[in-house]
C-alpha cells in the first residue's frame, strides 16, 4: 500500500461514498457461528464508546470513569451487565479514532464464547442505537477513510457480493427458508393494507369502498405481533446462519495462502478483514456448488500453545480455529512429514473437537518424479498423522476439485444443524423488531381514525418503513407491486 | 431550400407547447412543427387539469416558469381541491378548463413568444450528422398562413417552395413530442382508420426516421369516451358537483382567481348497461385481438371494468362540460372502443342520458412510442446527441405528465447548446424528477401516470411548497422572470420570519417550532401560546403572506414524520447527488459482475443513486463503481 495512494483517498473522502452510510455507529458479532473460545462484539462510530459503555462496565483500580476517558488504545478488563440481570467478566478492547481500522472510535467487546450472549449483548447495542451492521461495512469504512487501498478494497467489495448473493441462499439452506417465507408473507399483507391506503390518497374522487380503518389496524396489529414474536424467538436461538467457515492451519510456508488464492481463482494479495472476521485472520470467499458461498480463512498465527493458555486463546487464529466449520491442515509434501505436523493437527483437534478436519498435501509438484512417488509421499504423511490425506498443488492446480468437492459435501451435509427450528442473525432481528413497530404504530394510527384519508399519508409512512425493512429480508417490495394491488381491487378510470 | 434554427420542437400538444416555450425563453431560436397551429394545445381527452399528483407537476412547471399553470388558471372554469379531507401533503389541484380557451390562451402566449417560430407542417426526418442532430425535413402544409412568429426569412421560404416539396431546418437539437400522432390507428368497433386524434391525421414518416437512428419503438394503446350535447341531458336525475367556494390557483403567479365556476354531474352506469356491453364482447377490439396493444391499468375502458370487476352493478360518470360556450359534454368514466349501436344503447340507459345526442362516439387510439430507457437523464437520446423525446412517445400518459416532461426536454436542449451541464431533478425535489428517474431507469410497461404512491418523499413533494423547491431552480436556468423571482423572494422572506418567530419563542421550554410538530397541530392554539407581540406579528405575516406561511406550517406539523420518510433514504438522496462522469468504460471495470456491466453500459446512469435503481444493480456493483472512480481519481460531480 503506497503512501501516495492513502493520502489521496484520504483527501477524497469528502466526494466518496459508498452505499452504506459511514457516519453513524455500527455494530456487529465478530466471531464465527458456533461454540467458539469467546465471541466479540463490535461497535464501529461516533458513539461507540458511550454506546459501549451501556453493556460494559471496567473493572479494578486503575480503570477508567468511562470508555470515552481512554486515550488512543487500550485494553480493559471489566464486566458486561445486560438487561435481566446477567453479568459475565469482559474484556473491552478500546481503539480511539484515528488509530483504529476504520479510523472512527472502535470497540470490541470480548466475552466467554457464547453465541446466546453475543446475541442478546448486540441487541442491546442496537436497540440503544448502533445500527445492525451489513455484511463488509467494517471494510467500507476502512477504505473510505483511506485506511486499506484499492485492490483490498476492490476484493472486499467481491466479497459484499458474494454475502449478498449468498445471504438469502443460506438462510433457505440452513433454515429451511422459513425465515425468508415468512417476511414475504408479512410483506405481502402489510402491502395489501398500504394498497388500500394509498388507494385512499391517489383516488381520491373515484367511488370506490376503501376498507375500514379499524379493520386494517386489526390486520397490521396481527402482522405486528407476529414479527415481533418471531423476533423474540429467534432471540433465543443461537446463531447459526453465518456463512460457514473453512480454516486452513499449517506449518509457515506449507503453501496456505498460495492454495487459498488457488481455490478462490483469486491472483492477487489476498484480503484482509471482512467485517466479522478479526484483525489478523486473513479471509477470501469460497463458492461452492451446494453449499453456497464460505468463508477461507488462512489461520496463520495457529501454532501449539507454549505461553498461558489465556494469552495463546487471545490470538485471533486460534478463535478463527474454534469457530471453524471445517478445518484444512496443510502438509508441506515436499518437506516430507514433520513431528510439527503432528502437534499442530494435535492441537487443533483439542481446540475444536467437532469440527471436520481433512489433512491436505500440498506443494505435490515439488515432489519429482512419477504419480507413484508423490503417492508413496503423501502415504508417508498420511502414516505420520494417522490421518487420511488429500493431495493437492496450488501451483498445478492438482486435487484442488477434489478438495472442492470434499467441503461441497461436508458443508452441504452440516448446513441444516439440528435442533434449530429458526435462527437469525442479529440483523435480520434487527430488521423484524423494526418492522413489527412501525406495523404497529401504523395500527395505531389507523385505530384511532374514522376514516382511513384521515391519517391515510401517515400511516404510509410507518407502513414503508416497516416494509423497508422487511424487504431486508426478504426482498424489496417496490411501488409497482403495490400499484399492481391497487388496480387489481379497485376499479377506476375515465 | 433550408432555415436556420438552434431548436426544432415536433408536435404542438402539451409537451411541445411546454419545449417551445422553455427553449424559446432560454433565448434559444425555436422553431415548432405542427401539423395544425390552430389545434396547438389540445385537450385530445377530458377537459381538465391537475389532479393527485398531476395537480403537483402543474405547480412544479408553474414554479419552473412553465406555461401550464398560468393556461388553466386562466381558463378554468371549476377549480377544486382534491383530498381536501386528508392531510395537506397530499392534496391535489385540479381544475376542469374551457378546452378550446385554454388551447387559444396557450396559443397566444406562443405566438407572442420573442424567439419563437410555428410552423405548419409534417416532419418526416430528422437529419442526423457525426451522431448529432444536424436537422428536421419538413413537408409544410399547402394552405396559406402556414407562419408564426419570428423568424425574418421562414415565410417566405415556405412561400417560396412548391406545394409538397421538402424544407430541411437546420439545427442543433430537436425535441420529439409527438404524442399519439406516430402512426396512430383509431378503433370504433370494427372500424379502424388512420389518424392522430379523431379527426386529425396520423404522422407516418417520422418513427422510421428515428427507427433508422437505432431507435427501438413499440405500440401502446388509450382510448376516450363519447361526447354529448349538453341540451339534452336531463340534469335532475344527476347529481350536481360544484367546485370549490374559495377556489385555490394553480400558479403561485395567480394572486386570486375570479372566476364564475361551472358544476359537474355525476350519474352511474346499470346492470342493463353491463348486461349490453356483456352481450357485445366479440365485436369489441378490446376483445377481439383487434386492439393488440397495452392500454393503462389505471384508466381502463368500461368494457375492462365490466369484464375485470364483474361484481359491481355499478360504475360512476362524471359529466364535465367542456367549456362556457359549447354544447359538448365529456363523459368521465366509460372511455370505450364498442361499435356505435352499442354505445348509443349503453348511453341511452343511464340515468339523465336518455335523451342525450351523442356528438362524436369513444374511441381507442394505437401510437408508436420509443421505450424510454433509451434516454438519458435529461430526456436526451442515448448516442444521438441533441435528440431529445417528451411526451406521449415516452409512454406517459397525461397532459400534466407531458408538459412537464416538454419543459425539461425544452431546458435541457437549451442548457445543451449554452454548454452547461443538464438539469435533472432528484426524487427527493420534484415529482418530475420522480417522473424521468421512473421513465429512463425503468421504463414502461404500460402508459405511465404520475401517483402520488410513487413518490419516496410525499411529504416533501407538496403543491404547497413547489415554488420553494423549484423556483430558484428555474431562476438558475433562466427561466423565471423577474416577476416571478420577486414574488418568491417576497414569500420567502415570510416564510423565513415566520419560521424564525417559530422558532425562537420558547413557552414552558418549547418552542412554538416544536409545539406545532404534530400533524393535527392546530395553529391558532399554538399561537395562543404566545405572547400578544409574537402572536401581532405572525398574523401579519400570514395575512401578506397566507399561502406561504401557511406551507411553512405544513412544514412543521409534517417534519417528525417527514424525518421518518428521510431517515431510511437519506443514504439514496446523497447518492442522488453523485454525479457519474459520461465517459465511463464499464466494461473495462474488471471487478464489476459481468451483469452489472452490461445493465451499466445500457442504461449509462447519471449518477450513483440511479445506478442503484437499475433492476437487478446491487448494492456491492455500486460499491465497486464507488471504489473504482474513486481509486482512479475520478471527481465525481457534488450537486
Request: with cysteine.
Amino acid at each position: 500500500m503506497s503512501r501516495v495512494r492513502l493520502a489521496r483517498s484520504r483527501r477524497q473522502r469528502s466526494i466518496i461514498l459508498c452505499v452504506y452510510p459511514l457516519d453513524d455507529t455500527i455494530v456487529a458479532i465478530s466471531t464465527a457461528a458456533g461454540p467458539a473460545g469467546r465471541a466479540i462484539v463490535r461497535l464501529s462510530g461516533p458513539e461507540a464508546t458511550s454506546l459501549a459503555g451501556r453493556v460494559f462496565a471496567p473493572v479494578g483500580a486503575e480503570a477508567p470513569a468511562a470508555l470515552e476517558h481512554v486515550p488512543g488504545f487500550r485494553a480493559l478488563d471489566g464486566i458486561v451487565r445486560l438487561s435481566g440481570g446477567v453479568e459475565v467478566p469482559a474484556r473491552a478492547y478500546v481503539f480511539r479514532a484515528p488509530r483504529s481500522y476504520t479510523r472512527q472510535d472502535v470497540i470490541e467487546l470480548h466475552v466467554p464464547g457464547s453465541p446466546v450472549l453475543a446475541g442478546a449483548m448486540a441487541e442491546e447495542l442496537s436497540a440503544a442505537g448502533a445500527r445492525a451492521a451489513m455484511a463488509g461495512e467494517f471494510t467500507a469504512r476502512a477504505f473510505f477513510s483511506g485506511r486499506i487501498d484499492l485492490s483490498q478494497a476492490e476484493a472486499v467489495a467481491d466479497v459484499i457480493d458474494a454475502a449478498d448473493a449468498s445471504h438469502l441462499r443460506s438462510a433457505a439452506a440452513a433454515l429451511g427458508g422459513r425465515i425468508h417465507r415468512l417476511c414475504q408473507a408479512a410483506a405481502g399483507e402489510l402491502a395489501d393494507v398500504l394498497a388500500g391506503v394509498e388507494a385512499a390518497i391517489d383516488l381520491a374522487d373515484e367511488a370506490i369502498e376503501l376498507d375500514r380503518p379499524a379493520n386494517l389496524a386489526a390486520r397490521l396489529d396481527a402482522q405486528a405481533r407476529h414479527l415481533a414474536d418471531v423476533a423474540e424467538q429467534a432471540a433465543q436461538m443461537p446463531e447459526n446462519a453465518q456463512r460457514p467457515r473453512v480454516v486452513l492451519a499449517g506449518r509457515p510456508n506449507s503453501g496456505k495462502s498460495s492454495l487459498l488464492n488457488a481455490l478462490t481463482g483469486s491472483d492477487r494479495a489476498i484480503v484482509s478483514a471482512l467485517a466479522g472476521t478479526t484483525r489478523d485472520v486473513l479471509s477470501a470467499p469460497l463458492t461452492l456448488e451446494r453449499a453456497g458461498t464460505v468463508l477461507l480463512q488462512d489461520a496463520a498465527g495457529f501454532a501449539p500453545a507454549r505461553d498461558s493458555l489465556e494469552a495463546a486463546a487471545d490470538s485471533a487464529a486460534r478463535q478463527a480455529v474454534a469457530a471453524a466449520d471445517v478445518l484444512l491442515l496443510i502438509g508441506d509434501l515436499s518437506a516430507g512429514p514433520d513431528q510439527a505436523d503432528a502437534a499442530l493437527l494435535h492441537e487443533l483437534r483439542q481446540a475444536n473437537p467437532r469440527c471436520p478436519l481433512r489433512v491436505v498435501a500440498n506443494k505435490c509438484d515439488l515432489v519429482g518424479g512419477d504419480a507413484a512417488r508423490r503417492s508413496q509421499a503423501s502415504d508417508a504423511l498420511t502414516g505420520a498423522l494417522q490421518a487420511d490425506a488429500l493431495r493437492t498443488s496450488a501451483l498445478t492446480g492438482e486435487g484442488l476439485d477434489e478438495l472442492r468437492a470434499w467441503l461441497d459435501e461436508c458443508l452441504d451435509v452440516q448446513a441444516p444443524r439440528s435442533g434449530q427450528a429458526l435462527a437469525l442473525h442479529q440483523r435480520q432481528r434487527r430488521c423484524l423488531v423494526d418492522a413489527a413497530q412501525a406495523a404497529a404504530r401504523a395500527a395505531e394510527l389507523l385505530a384511532a381514525a374514522d376514516a382511513v384519508a384521515e391519517v391515510a399519508e401517515l400511516a404510509a409512512v410507518e407502513l414503508r418503513c416497516s416494509l423497508a425493512q422487511l424487504g431486508q429480508i426478504s426482498g424489496q417490495i417496490v411501488t409497482e407491486d403495490v400499484l399492481g394491488r391497487i388496480f387489481a381491487r379497485f376499479c377506476v378510470g375515465k | 431550400m433550408a432555415l436556420d434554427f438552434d431548436i426544432v420542437v415536433i408536435g404542438g400538444g402539451h409537451a411541445g407547447a411546454e419545449a417551445a416555450w422553455a427553449a424559446s425563453g432560454l433565448s434559444c431560436a425555436t422553431a415548432l412543427v405542427t401539423l395544425d397551429a390552430s389545434v396547438i394545445a389540445r385537450m385530445s381527452c377530458n377537459p381538465a387539469i391537475g389532479g393527485v399528483g398531476k395537480g403537483q407537476i402543474v405547480r412544479e412547471i408553474d414554479a419552473m416558469g412553465g406555461l401550464m399553470g398560468l393556461a388553466a388558471d386562466a381558463t378554468g372554469i371549476q377549480f377544486r381541491m382534491l383530498n381536501r379531507s386528508k392531510g395537506a401533503a397530499v392534496w391535489g389541484p385540479r381544475c376542469q378548463s374551457d378546452r378550446h380557451a385554454y388551447a387559444a390562451w396557450v396559443q397566444r402566449a406562443l405566438g407572442e413568444r420573442k424567439n419563437l417560430t410555428i410552423l405548419e407542417g409534417e416532419a418526416t426526418d430528422v437529419i442526423v450528422e457525426d451522431g448529432h442532430v444536424a436537422g428536421v425535413r419538413i413537408r409544410p402544409n399547402s394552405h396559406a398562413n402556414r407562419v408564426t412568429g419570428q423568424h425574418p426569412q421562414a415565410n417566405s421560404a415556405l412561400e417560396g417552395g412548391t406545394d409538397g416539396e421538402s424544407i430541411d431546418l437546420r439545427c442543433r437539437a430537436v425535441i420529439v413530442t409527438a404524442g399519439t400522432f406516430l402512426n396512430g390507428v383509431m378503433h370504433l368497433g370494427e372500424r379502424t382508420w388512420a389518424g392522430g386524434r379523431y379527426d386529425e391525421p396520423a404522422a407516418t414518416g417520422l418513427t422510421a426516421s428515428l427507427a433508422s437512428l437505432g431507435l427501438e419503438f413499440g405500440r401502446l394503446k388509450t382510448g376516450t369516451c363519447a361526447r354529448l350535447d349538453a341540451a339534452t341531458i336531463d340534469y335532475d336525475k344527476c347529481t350536481r358537483q360544484d367546485g370549490d367556494a374559495e377556489p385555490e390557483a394553480f400558479s403561485f403567479m395567480t394572486a386570486r382567481l375570479s372566476v364564475e365556476q361551472i358544476p359537474c354531474w355525476i350519474t352511474w352506469t346499470n346492470r342493463d348497461v353491463h348486461d349490453a356491453i356483456r352481450a357485445n364482447f366479440h365485436r369489441a377490439p378490446m376483445y377481439t385481438g383487434q386492439i393488440q396493444s397495452t392500454g393503462p391499468r389505471y384508466c381502463p375502458s368500461i368494457e375492462t371494468k365490466i369484464d375485470r370487476f364483474a361484481d359491481k352493478d355499478r360504475h360512476q360518470i362524471f359529466l364535465e362540460r367542456e367549456g362556457r360556450t359549447t354544447d359538448w359534454v365529456y363523459c368521465n368514466g366509460i372511455s370505450t372502443s364498442l361499435p356505435p349501436d352499442v354505445q348509443d344503447f349503453m348511453i341511452h340507459h343511464i340515468a339523465g342520458l336518455e335523451r342525450a345526442r351523442i356528438i362524436r362516439y369513444g374511441y381507442a387510439i394505437e401510437y408508436d412510442y420509443f421505450p424510454p430507457t433509451q434516454l438519458a437523464a435529461a430526456l436526451e437520446v442515448k448516442g444521438v446527441g441533441g435528440l431529445y423525446l417528451a411526451g406521449q412517445v415516452n409512454g406517459t400518459t397525461g397532459y400534466e405528465e407531458a408538459a412537464a416532461q416538454g419543459l425539461l426536454a425544452g431546458l435541457n436542449a437549451a442548457l445543451a447548446l449554452r454548454g452547461d451541464r443538464p438539469l435533472v431533478l432528484r426524487r427527493d425535489q420534484a415529482y418530475i424528477g420522480v417522473m424521468i428517474d421512473d421513465l429512463v431507469t425503468k421504463g414502461v410497461s404500460e402508459p405511465y401516470r404520475m401517483f402520488t404512491s410513487r413518490a419516496e418523499h410525499r411529504l416533501s413533494l407538496r403543491a404547497d411548497n413547489a415554488d420553494r423547491r423549484l423556483t430558484p431552480v428555474g431562476r438558475s436556468v433562466g427561466l423565471v422572470d423577474d416577476a416571478r423571482w420577486a414574488r418568491h423572494q417576497a414569500a420567502l422572506e415570510a416564510v423565513m420570519a415566520a419560521d424564525t418567530l417559530l422558532r425562537n419563542t420558547r413557552v414552558a421550554g418549547k418552542s412554538l417550532w416544536e409545539t406545532l410538530r404534530r400533524p393535527d397541530a392546530d395553529l391558532a392554539g399554538v399561537l395562543a401560546l404566545a405572547g400578544p407581540d409574537v402572536r401581532a406579528r405572525f398574523v401579519q405575516l400570514l395575512s401578506e403572506q397566507p399561502d406561504a406561511v401557511n406551507s411553512l406550517v405544513i412544514d412543521g406539523r409534517y417534519e417528525g414524520y417527514r424525518e421518518k420518510e428521510a431517515s431510511a433514504l437519506r443514504h439514496m438522496q446523497d447518492l442522488d447527488r453523485k454525479l457519474l462522469p459520461v465517459d465511463i468504460n464499464y466494461n473495462a471495470i474488471s471487478h464489476l459482475r459481468h451483469e452489472a456491466r452490461e445493465k451499466l453500459s445500457a442504461c449509462r446512469p447519471h449518477s450513483l443513486g440511479q445506478a442503484l435503481r437499475i433492476s437487478g444493480i446491487t448494492p456491492a456493483d455500486v460499491t465497486v463503481l464507488a471504489v473504482h472512480l474513486m481509486g482512479r481519481n475520478v471527481k465525481m460531480d457534488n450537486l
